[in-house]
């Protein structure tokens, strides 16, 4: 990450832990007095020494850099080196051939990966505004990044904030910082100070640059700028988190160092055998260049990377933009989703899901204001109506603003609490807003303030004057004096036994993980606006899940993948929606956790914690950071979601980060390895399931691949060490595996999934791509492929002698053991001509292949090239039977399988039922 020449090397001469210090302290700390300011002389002193309120600048991956990241892989080395060898031996059209494939395998990753790359200066973005500020005893407006420790900030609602800085005034203060901390309310700030160890989100006389004023206003001093903010900090453990590999880059690098010793070891042995034999050097490096050109599959980087940019597309066509080739097959390996709250699994939006009235037990009791549940109060007397009186005050005392012509949340402005109670009022109830305000205009107010905690306005209707009260339960229950029954000439007195009835109301609302406010009302015939209310019931408002959410966690579950919430909500909030959502392990007790319970805890308290927590609440970026090494260094793949500046650290450390893209800030996208343009949760696991069908798929063009080369290198080995001429040329065999094998591997790549691929667990992490049954199985078929084409060799030689003749059955015999290989590796226990009908692109492949050899064939230049003649009819015979061979006895083999496992199966039934 490019650092800002002129930034400080650390935050020395910056106030320590401002947020617990008196105001006196810190500005004294910072030698400036509030009511002046700095001087100019002095802020350009303090610009020198702790550098421009800028951040450091995440430069995009030149697009050489990209291009050589292409030829990283062991395999494409190793193709490489083959190059070199046929270059320097004579053989052009060898080099010049592998050339090719290498050139379009390195393009074709290069331009997908850096169309998806996003060259924007995120961290830049996040802070770029203006400041209005007090030096030398006059306010003026600068830019943000000219601000430095020390100087003092006037804010009022709307303004972005420009820097970490320590609250001197507040008066009604509210800020937005879900971004930076995961809080999905706004905030309450006041200037008192804090306990020392207190978390990000719990120092409300604290403002943060990348948060937003909300309401109210308010004098702050700077006391951080740059790379020293919060902001700052978080830039630096993006930029220290390293970009782990993917498991299909770590599963490619392992099969490439099998590949290279078994190149070298065929090699070694053939040109020692050679040697020992008398043979000529030029002669035994061009039966090794065979063998080497047989034993590496050179088609596997191009299809690999092929097979992934497809994904790519598809993923994007389902709202998932990837941005890092290999991140596609990742969302498939993942065993572990660790997710935000606000705004992944929640709506991050606040919105009214019930009315608690007032009254006795006949006439009060809960309104539901959210899914289908809508009330017409349009044509009512609001005054004879309770819901009626409780949507009055909701909608009147509310400085929210409300236009019915705009669209959806547009239509109100302000602070989401109250813009939640405006929209519910209108949406829910059927009330014209600006026509109730308009008929009750207000004359007076006592704006919402941390101390009071409440709201109250004064409003006229024909003479009469009616004050509204608004704010935290507790209070509007101190203020209140009578409460509301369904008859409005009714108001019972509040006595103890009422209080404590609405206090455990308040409690079970809570306990819903709902944001609660108290309404009363007062027809007014005094001054008096402390007293003397009539309680008319509770509103309760929450970030709602998102609908999918539910399903989509039901689905990972299925699919052996564990969800963990981490968020810089409450504990209670994230407690409450976790299980609405079931996020837990079914049948086990949800286990939540505070993330003060992580300071200080050793490494493996901290891997126990991570492995059996569901939720983790009040959690900082570092404590994030934490959680995600700590489940990798246990074994996990980790898939990391979220939107917030908070997530970045996070994103970026885990095996596939996710970043939502309608909501997410460009600081978590830059972070990510997926975007989620729609912003769903469930769209994560239907990528899941995407990746893990691509993994499969790879599966089946290695098998494929794999056994097809192994057949090739047993059929020159045997030849050889049998003393048989040399079978197949150089060329030849890198046709079989250039052009013949590449359409099938591709045809295979886009096989659709297993019905059941979400019913099964995550593979291990540890598990290789060739496992020991995987190799198994390519060693037998390989063994298979390879006698039929010997047996067909050895008829060509004794049939037509060496020569052009006997090289054209044995390449018309390798192709035709491969086109029935592409079958067979269709499934590794189903037949291979089970839901036949379903690629149409394997059919194509077939036919591509076909096609092509009749080229080589009967095409004369092309048959010049590469050493061949036209088969006579009884040459397409031995084709025939090198087709049904393979096929007949790998089908065989699966239908035992089959009985088999069947058979196991019903006796573990039998045994359970007995049991």
Known sequence: MKQNSDQPASGEGLPDAPHSQAVDAVAQSLEVEPARGLSKDEAETRRKKFGENTLPVAEPTPWWMLLLNQFKSLVVLLLVAAVLIAAFTGETVEAIAIGAVLLINALVGFFTEWQAQQALDALKKQATTKARVRREGNESQIDAAELVPGDIVLLAAGDKIPADARLIEAKSLRTEESALTGESSTVDKKTDPV????????????????????????????????????????????????????PLEKRLGDLGQRLVYLVLIIAAAVFITGLLRGGKVLELIEVTLSLAVAAVPEGLPAVTTLVLALGVLRMAKRNALVRRLPAVETLGSATVICTDKTGTLTQNRMTVQEFHLAGDDD???????????????????????????????????????????????????????????????????????????DAYPRKDERPFDSETKRMITVHEQNGERLALLKGAPGTVLDACTNYATGDANNSPALDDASRERFKKMDEAMAEKAMRVLGL???????????????????????????????????????????????????????????????????????????????????????????????????????????????????????????DGVNDAPALKKADIGIAMGQRGTEVAKEAAGVVLSDDNFATIIGAIEGGRAIYANIVKFVHLLFTCNLSEVLVIFVAIAIGLPLPLLPLQILWVN??????????????????????????????????????????????????????????????????????????????????????????????????????????????????????????????????????????????????????????????????????????????????
């Open 195 to 246: 306990a020392k160890d207190a978390p990000l989100a719990e120092r409300p006389s604290m403002l943060y640059l990348g948060t937003t004023v909300s309401a109210g206003r308010a004098v702050a001093v700077v006391t951080a700028t740059g790379v020293q903010t919060e902001l700052g900090h978080i830039g630096k453990l993006v930029a220290d988190s390293k970009t782990e590999p993917t």
């Open 520 to 642: 009363a009302e007062k027809h007014l015939k005094d001054d008096d606006l402390e007293k003397g209310y009539t309680f008319l019931g509770f509103v309760g408002m929450i970030d709602p899940p998102r609908p999918e959410a539910k399903e989509a966690i039901k689905r990972a579950h299925e699919a052996g993948i564990r969800v963990v919430m981490l968020t810089g909500d409450q504990v209670s909030t994230a407690r409450a929606i976790a299980r609405d959502l079931e996020l837990g392990e079914a049948g086990k007790e949800l286990k939540a956790m505070h993330a003060r319970e992580l300071k200080d805890v050793s490494p493996e308290k901290l891997k126990e914690f991570a492995l059996s927590v569901d939720v983790f609440a009040r959690i900082s970026p570092e404590d994030k950071l934490k959680v995600v090494e700590a489940l990798q260094q246990s074994g996990e793949i980790v898939a990391v979601t979220g």
């Open 738 to 915: 250039l052009v013949t094998d590449v359409f099938p591997a591709l045809a295979l790549a886009v096989e659709p999934p297993a019905p059941d691929v979400m019913q099964q667990k995550p593979r291990s992490p540890k598990e290789s791509l060739l496992s020991r049954p995987f190799i198994v199985l390519i060693l037998w078929q390989g063994v298979l492929l390879a006698a039929v084409v010997l047996a067909a060799y050895l008829w060509a030689l004794n049939e037509y002698g060496d020569g052009v003749h006997a090289h054209s059955v044995t390449l018309l015999s390798l192709v035709s053991v491969q086109l029935a290989q592409l079958f067979n590796c269709r499934s590794q226990v189903r037949s291979a001509f089970a839901d036949i009908g379903t690629n149409v692109w394997l059919w194509a492949a077939a036919g591509g292949m076909i096609g092509l050899q009749l080229l080589a064939m009967y095409l004369p230049p092309l048959a010049g090239v590469l050493g061949l003649e036209s088969p006579a009819a009884i040459d397409w015979l031995v084709a025939g039977v090198s087709l049904v061979i393979p096929l007949a006895v790998v089908e065989i083999v699966k239908a035992v399988s089959r009985t088999r496992n069947s058979d196991v199966a019903a006796d573990r039934l039998k045994s359970d039922e007995t049991a």
């Open 363 to 437: 006439n009060g009791g809960t309104v539901e204001t959210h899914g289908d549940h809508k009330h017409n109060l349009a044509d009512q007397n609001l005054d004879q109506n309770l819901l009626g009186r409780a949507a009055r005050v909701a909608v009147l005392c509310n400085e929210a603003s409300f236009d019915k012509n705009a669209k959806d949340d547009a239509r109100s402005l302000g602070d989401p609490t109250e813009t939640s109670l405006v929209i519910a009022a209108a949406d829910r109830l059927g009330l014209d807003v600006a026509k109730l305000r």
